[in-house]
Nanobody
Framework: QVPLVESGGGLAQPGGSLRLSCAAS????????MGWYRQAPGKQRELVAR???????IYADSVKGRFTLSRDTAKNTMYLQMNSLKPEDTAVYYC????????WGQGTQVTVSS
């Protein structure tokens, strides 16, 4: 069973919005600090947002004020609301714990282009 499954990506215009979802098998979110990562072509995977067990949310400077992480522990689902998208947000987005102890899912492609 794949522990983490991402969805919700797609094509968006600059300035547009997308909402990503991360579905977990089991109570992963209640036991780990969780994060949204992304990997752009030719670049290393980077952490863009995280939520601690106490609920503190921390964002990378590149997405601060535009992205919002939320989670629904009852549904074992985590979300990333992405607003004011920029072409440089184009990447495959993944969710995982911090540190990343679970198998990486396939991710969900986000493409921002006019």
């Amino acid at each position: 069973q794949v522990p983490l499954v991402e969805s919700g990506g797609g094509l968006a215009q600059p300035g547009g919005s997308l909402r990503l979802s991360c579905a977990a098998s089991g109570s992963i979110f209640s036991r780990n600090t969780m994060g949204w990562y992304r990997q752009a072509p030719g670049k290393q995977r980077e952490l863009v947002a995280r939520v601690t067990l106490s609920g503190n949310r921390i964002y990378a400077d590149s997405v601060k004020g535009r992205f919002t992480l939320s989670r629904d522990t009852a549904k074992n689902t985590m979300y990333l609301q992405m607003n004011s998208l920029k072409p440089e947000d184009t990447a495959v987005y993944y969710c995982n714990s911090i540190p990343s102890v679970y198998s990486w899912g396939q991710g969900t492609q986000v493409t921002v282009s006019s």
